[in-house]
């Protein structure tokens, strides 16, 4: 793994006091700690046919999707009392490619528990998820949001102030394609492009669909993965409640979510629930921020239909 990483491109970002280097592979960036759990997952990972898979790029709505995903899965196993989505933070109960590729083995010989999320852009998943038919669901969101998002999340991890670490600067990264798991408008292609291939296999969801009609786009993502709402179910509530338990509003409030951390060391709980806000962009953006990140959208995206505005 050192010989790799001592081949690959490097940057280090001057915005984060050079605290943050990223490195270049397969055409996206990534942390050293990231990259090698990818690199690792490429070449040991194997995809069962049941896996589905909760594909994102960092904070567009990962924490949200993977909270839904885990309670549709699980609901009659649990309820809304007693999901371990009330006492463990999320990322616990959906484990991640690039960090948790022991518990997906575990998961694949000892249970039928199906879920695995990852930050990998589609060209760099383990082959045997590209050739494999399991389910990916793949989230996005508005760009200018993401942006933000990202920007006090990693200034936040880092415990640095905004007159340390300049917005301006962490946006000039962004529209040069530098971030982790970027260029943003690359992850977003990736994952399109497969999805106009293979519709049965992709499923898109937009976080701001998500926002506006919770409940379509629940029942939308139950019925996608295999395991869709009975008409008895919805007369019950079921579908509300799984909404109601994931929202926002619940899962910031709770005790795992406002203190501790998923391992010494880790990032704080708390960071994964800012604010879930859309627009909250335009409490930072320029108009010539706004006029650039447009532009350079909508030349990136072009043809695709998919709108981030």
């Known amino acids: 793994m050192e010989e790799i990483l001592k081949i690959l491109p490097q940057h280090t970002c001057s915005w984060l006091k050079d605290k943050v280097t990223l490195y270049k592979y397969q055409d996206f960036w990534a942390v050293k700690q990231l990259l090698e759990g990818g690199i690792l997952a490429q070449q040991t990972f194997r995809a069962a046919p049941s896996d589905i898979f909760l594909c994102s790029f960092p904070k567009t709505g990962t924490t949200w999707v993977k909270s839904l995903a885990f309670a549709i899965v699980t609901r009659e196993k649990y309820d809304e009392s007693t999901n371990p989505l009330l006492t463990s933070l999320v990322h616990e109960c959906v484990p991640f ?56 999340f990693l200034r936040e991890a880092l415990k640095l102030s905004m007159e340390d670490a300049p917005f301006e ?32 296999r992709i499923l898109f969801l937009k976080y701001e669909d998500l926002k506006r009609d919770p409940a379509s786009n629940a029942k939308r993502l139950a019925e996608f993965i295999g395991y869709p ?31 501790g951390t998923r391992k010494p060391g880790a990032i704080e709980n708390r960071l994964y629930f800012r604010k879930a806000k859309d627009g909250d962009w335009k409490n930072y953006f320029t108009d010539e921020m706004k006029e650039k990140i447009d532009k350079l959208m909508d030349e990136k995206l072009s043809g695709t239909g998919l709108v981030l505005k």
């Not at 518990?103 to 589609?122: E, G, Q």
């Not at 000039?172 to 798991?181: A, K, N, R």
């Not at 943003?184 to 994952?191: F, Q």
């Not at 007369?235 to 109601?244: E, L, P, Q, R, T």
Request: hydrophobic share 35%; aromatic share 10%; with cysteine.
């Open 169 to 200: 600067d962490a946006f000039d990264e962004f529209c040069q394609g530098i971030c982790s798991s970027g260029p943003y408008w690359d992850h977003i292609l990736g994952y399109w492009k497969a999805s106009l291939e293979r519709p049965e």
């Open 97 to 152: 490619l690039e960090r948790d590729i022991e518990k997906i083995d575990d998961n694949h010989k000892n249970s039928n528990f199906p879920l695995v999320a990852t930050h990998l852009p589609y060209a760099s998943l383990p082959e045997s998820v590209l050739a494999s038919n399991c389910k990916i669901v793949y989230i996005y969101r508005n760009t200018k949001d993401v942006i933000v998002s990202l920007y006090h």
């Open 229 to 259: 709402f009975s008409l008895d179910e919805e007369k019950a509530g079921v579908v509300d409640n799984i909404i109601n338990m994931c929202s926002f509003e619940n899962l910031s409030n709770l005790e795992v979510n406002k203190t």
